[in-house]
């Protein structure tokens, strides 16, 4: 309930940014040793991760659209934002046509890929032009994008608005990555090695940090206020938003088919 009223129930959900991290990482370690080699080790971890946390709607929009990056990166190609969720949002359809009408998580997970990668973008080339963006703007920039994008439809059925979700994602979620590392080297170095507590301790301490910030900001009398969004509302909304992206891109002439995950 506390991670509903923070906005951070997808940092205990398997989700695409979950695959990205995993993407971005083999390309770090592989991508020094040969591009093919990233690309397959990109797409094994993709499978694998997917194995473990099962193929929920969000996981196998998250994992299609993960495996089509790496694969036009590895070709040294490119899709479009738009056509990669439009691709992705047809498969996962024509699997289980369900997904598009009864599946509240579907929807939201293509919202929050659609603020990540056509509004951040968009954001970031309006604000800063073509000077590099710092870190903390960038990660506000996402969190803010991915947030607007799926809230008509929070908003439309859930009917409540977390008024705390920026500042939460803000303080947890540059440590996700982290965190998974963490977890990971703890659970090897349990196996190999059981007496050998400090990497568990550096778990226990990340993990006490996230806990805390979450309860905090979930007490906060303010955290969280009624909000109900009718249909024609939410409808638009998004069309509000189309509007706004639409001026954007005209004024900054951004090339949205250079925004890859990978990258």
């Not at 196998?60 to 899709?79: H, K, N």
């Not at 890929?113 to 056509?118: E, H, P």
């Not at 190999?192 to 906060?220: D, N, Q």
């Amino acid at each position: 309930e506390a991670l509903k009223v923070t906005g951070l129930t997808h940092v205990v959900v398997a989700s695409g940014y979950n695959l990205t991290i995993l993407v971005r990482l083999c390309r770090r370690i592989f991508g020094k040793i040969s591009r093919y080699q990233a690309a397959i080790w990109g797409v094994l971890l993709i499978v694998g991760f997917m194995a473990l946390t099962g193929w929920s709607a969000s996981m196998s929009r998250a994992g299609l659209v993960a495996v089509l990056s790496v694969w036009a990166w590895y070709y040294g190609r490119r899709f479009h934002p738009v056509t990669l969720l439009v691709f992705a949002a047809a498969v996962t359809v024509a699997v289980t046509p369900s997904y598009a009408w009864g599946d509240v998580g579907w929807l939201l997970s293509f919202a929050a890929f659609a603020g990540v990668l056509i509004v951040a973008p968009l954001s970031q080339a309006y604000f800063f032009g073509r000077d590099s963006v710092p870190s903390i703007a960038q990660l506000l920039i996402e969190t803010v994008a991915a947030q607007l994008l799926t809230l008509p439809i929070v908003l439309g059925v859930f009917g409540q608005l977390s008024v705390v979700a920026v500042i939460s994602n803000l303080l947890v979620v540059p440590l996700i990555p982290l965190a998974m590392l963490a977890v990971f080297a703890t659970g090897v170095i349990h196996l190999i090695a059981p007496w050998f507590m400090a990497v568990s301790w550096l778990t226990e301490s990340l993990m006490g940090y996230m806990l805390g910030v979450v309860h905090w900001t979930a007490g906060l009398p303010w955290a969280q206020i009624k909000w109900q969004m009718s249909p024609l509302a939410v409808i638009g909304t998004y069309a509000v938003f189309v509007a706004a992206c639409m001026y954007i891109w005209r004024v900054t002439k951004l090339q949205l088919r250079n925004v890859n995950i990978v990258e």
